[in-house]
């Protein structure tokens, strides 16, 4: 099988592993804010992240010194985070929305970059040339990083660990998931970032570098800032 169809497989799977983590988080008794299923906020959510994956996905390419157009995750991320706080802010919504989008998103990325590992070159999320005995061929006869069966183990991982949360009833994790599963995508990002061969923007720095900090920021800043969490049978989850 091509390594396109791989890919979209990968990416199916990865919509419908998302799928079922929400509808598992419903049947353990969980309540997440009714607004971040509202049709503006999902909206403002789905714009942003298309946006924010072309605009990253193809600037990268650029700085690369490669032409044409392509999607990223992390800019997607990005895009769906500031969209949905530019609305939020604008609709007057104080409370936060995203705890029920933790599980998704982790094992979401972690399906899907096992299509990014399948794809081979054409997908441009390998890393650099090594001489690890893990090292892999992708067609080409350098053996490289790959860096998409890390980024793939990080995440999955994360969901590993959110899911014992879940089930222990770990108050702090389930209401501050969303800004969990930010901070440990950011921190393993920026560390991946130095074994691709990507186009740096700023001294040794790629986009993705400056991307992967803003979004350890916003998460570090959220959690410091994150009101004192009550039992979860107590009340819904913010």
Not at 47 to 72: D, E, H, V
Not at 225 to 234: Q, S
Request: net charge positive; aromatic share 14%; hydrophobic share 55%.
């Amino acid at each position: 099988m091509s390594g396109a169809f791989l890919h979209t497989v990968f990416d199916i799977a990865a919509w419908l592993a998302a799928a079922a983590a929400l509808s598992w988080l419903s049947r353990r008794g969980l309540q997440f804010p009714a607004q971040s299923f509202e049709l503006p906020y999902v909206a403002a959510l789905v714009f942003g992240a298309g946006l924010g994956a072309y605009l990253f996905g193809s600037a990268n390419l650029w700085l690369s010194g490669q032409s044409g157009i392509a999607r990223s995750v992390e800019g997607a991320l990005a895009g769906g985070i500031v969209a949905v706080e530019l609305y939020k802010w604008t609709a007057g919504i104080r409370l936060r929305t995203g705890a029920r989008f933790a599980l998704p998103l982790a094992l979401g990325i972690a399906i899907g970059r096992l299509g990014c590992y399948f794809a081979g070159l054409d997908d441009f999320t390998y890393g650099t040339p090594t001489a690890l005995p893990w090292a892999h061929d992708f067609g080409d006869g350098v053996l490289r990083h790959p860096v998409q069966l890390y980024e793939s183990a990080a995440m999955g991982l994360f969901a590993l660990a959110y899911v014992l949360a879940v089930l222990n009833r770990n108050t702090f994790a389930i209401t501050n998931g969303f800004y969990l599963v930010l901070a440990c995508y950011g921190a393993q990002r920026l560390l991946w970032e130095f074994i691709k061969p990507y186009g740096t923007l700023i001294g040794p720095f790629t986009l993705f570098h400056l991307l992967s900090l803003s979004i350890l920021l916003y998460s570090a800043f959220m959690l410091a800032t994150a009101p004192k969490a009550r039992p979860v049978h107590e009340r819904a989850v913010a």
